[in-house]
């Protein structure tokens, strides 16, 4: 196979796109029905809605605006917009593509240099930046990222009875939830942008001071909506360790665990299982690859979060990750006392400073909050698809719930009259769609895509293993210092060699890998910029964290012990 059916071109006008950033969040092949529907009209036009919003670019401006690409798909892979997030930092006053790339991108030898044209230039685009930049360094809050909390809390809580729907209704209320998600990813993507603004300027002054490192601490602690699983989890493994006949039942391990407690008749396991609906209602949509309705989240596959609980009842209650959170945010104060003090004497840049923190503060956490935002809605596209897709199996229509996420957007209308049509076509498009999991993506992509039958093998990569001595080098993003065992995890769902401590090896994390944060003690990353769900997951919850080691789980033997220290961006093999 040279090409996947979904696949887009790269384009001229803005040819360059990267998997920096976009390996954390959308790790795996995308499905034809995501790729199609609404990762082209709720996520990328609502990214040009923000762009347009803040000044980056005029909607005219970009490539095909009647039905613009703004999420490039090779392979099935999907890659950010290199071109036009650059276009960002070569309008934006102060800042410079270059400055971009370090702020929201790996920084890899394979990703192509920038090309200035002559129209990237654009005063009046300047201006409108920059009155962006002013306001967020003086604003205190952003309202619309807590509108949104608001309709999608409110999409979740007003889902209808589904056996009371047949399947066009089901249909029609995944369909509704496009628009919504497109308003959300808006926000979103106007405070994920922006979030640069404040930590440039905290990096910058930090720097000055001569101690650049103080940057990363400063933004430890910060509260973020992807921290709240997390704790949630925390607190379903409490009542695990509080009963015996719960502990039981996990110790049988995890498969088939959640039907054991719903068919229990153990007054604890009632209790427990009314927790974990809870859970359900308000975090199921997320999930390994929760962007992609094809994902299974922990509302369709809920073993996935208790395997989670599984190695989090190991801990003891002193083992608490507020504790830990707490001598983070202490630390944070202490650094931010020390650099208010060495600033008094210059009222301008502890000014400048004050309003970078602020900003930081804000735009970070509005960041986290938009991808909950986000999820939750997708959940609403997800879940009425799957029911869909149940009653077709069902039926003999379908031979694979999963087989629904292969439709394209234009075959969506006829599979509904006629699923019939579709029962072996999709069946072999997933066959071939499971392919695309064997081949490694490139990095980056400037104009031109290799065929798909020439890019690398998974199999046949060869790295070579890392040794007592060898110090591997990534991006400081979460301050600390922290030693204990490797454990390589690939995918969240086997945790039976994970133990409470152990420096957790990951190859991306979203926001559904930050509960297992809770029970490391560090956690390198493949990939991944200072500005990634790894990093402000860490900083949040208080441990060290290194990402862009690349090959990290190639390299570090499993078991092997290391030290990571999120300060210098370093991990040591002893």
């Known amino acids: 196979m040279d090409r996947w059916i979904a696949d887009t071109d790269p384009g001229v006008k803005f040819p360059a796109w990267t998997r920096g950033n976009a390996a954390d969040v959308f790790p795996d092949p995308a499905s034809p029905f ?47 917009p290199l071109s036009y997030t650059r276009l960002f930092g ?26 200035a044209e002559p129209w990237h230039e654009s005063v009046r685009h300047a201006e409108k930046l920059g009155a962006t930049a002013g306001w967020v360094l003086t604003t205190d809050s952003y309202p619309q990222i807590e509108a949104d909390k608001l309709m999608a809390d409110t999409a979740r809580a007003t889902r209808p009875d589904f056996s009371t729907l047949d399947n066009f209704e089901l249909m029609n209320r ?14 979103g993507m106007i405070s994920s942008t922006l979030s640069s603004i404040g930590t440039g300027v905290v990096g910058a002054i930090t720097e000055a001071l ?17 921290a709240e699983p997390p704790r949630a989890i925390w607190r379903l493994s409490r009542l695990v360790r509080a009963s015996k006949d719960v502990a039981a039942e996990f110790d049988r391990g995890v498969v088939g665990l959640t039907e054991r407690l719903r ?55 002193a083992d608490d990750p507020a504790a830990r959170r707490a001598e983070a945010v202490a630390e944070r104060d202490r650094v931010l006392a020390d650099v208010r003090a060495k600033l008094a004497g210059d009222a301008e840049t ?25 999820i939750k809605l997708v959940g609403e596209i997800r879940e009425p698809m799957r029911e869909i897709a149940r009653r077709l199996v069902a039926g003999g229509l379908l031979k694979e719930v999963e087989h629904i996420f292969m439709l394209m957007a234009d075959e969506v209308d006829e599979f509904g009259i006629h699923p019939d049509r579709y029962t072996q076509k999709l069946a072999e498009r997933h066959a071939a769609y499971r392919t695309l999991f064997d081949v490694e993506p490139p990095f980056a992509v400037d104009g031109k895509v290799a065929p798909i039958s020439q890019w690398k093998k998974r199999t046949a990569a ?28 690939l995918d969240p769902a086997q945790l039976d060699d994970f133990e409470p401590g152990d420096v957790l090896i990951a190859p991306q994390t979203d926001p559904s890998w930050a509960p297992l944060f809770l029970a490391a003690s560090a956690v390198v990353v493949n990939v991944g910029a200072v500005g990634s769900h790894a990093m402000i997951a860490s900083r949040e919850l208080g441990i060290p964290c290194v990402p862009s080691v690349e090959n990290a789980t190639a390299r570090i033997p499993s078991g092997a012990t290391v030290t990571v220290d999120g300060n210098a961006g370093t991990v040591t093999i002893h």
Not at 94 to 115: L, M, Q, T, W
Not at 174 to 187: C, E, G, K, N, Y
Not at 355 to 370: D, K, N, Q, V
């Open 34 to 80: 995501f790729a199609t529907t609404y990762l082209r009209t709720a996520l990328g036009k609502g990214l040009v809605d923000a762009y347009s919003t803040i000044g980056v670019f005029d909607w005219d401006e970009v490539e095909h605006p009647v039905d613009p690409t703004m999420f490039g798909v090779f392979g099935g892979y999907i890659y950010n």
């Open 90 to 115: 070569a309008r934006m006053p102060g800042a410079s593509p270059e400055a971009i790339d370090k702020a929201f991108f790996d920084e890899r030898d394979e990703v192509p240099a920038y090309h």
């Open 174 to 187: 995944a369909r509704s939830m496009v628009p919504l998600l497109r308003q959300a990813m808006m926000t």
């Open 210 to 226: 001569g101690d650049p490192s103080m940057s990363v601490r400063l933004l430890a602690g910060i509260e973020a909506d992807s």
């Open 263 to 317: 068919a229990s008749s153990s007054a604890d396991a009632k209790k427990f299982v009314s927790a974990l609906d809870e859970f359900l209602f308000h975090y199921g949509s997320r999930g390994p690859a929760e962007w992609d309705v094809i994902a299974l989240s922990w509302e369709a596959k809920p073993d996935v979060a208790l395997a989670i609980v599984d190695r989090m009842r190991l801990m003891t209650d």
């Open 350 to 374: 502890l000014g400048t400073f004050e309003a970078g923190m602020r900003a930081s503060t804000l735009f970070l956490s509005a960041r986290e909050r938009y991808k909950a935002n986000c």
């Open 462 to 489: 060869q790295v070579e293993v890392a040794k007592s001595g060898d110090v591997l080098k990534g991006v400081a993003a979460s301050s600390g210092v922290a030693t204990g065992i490797a454990r390589v995890i």
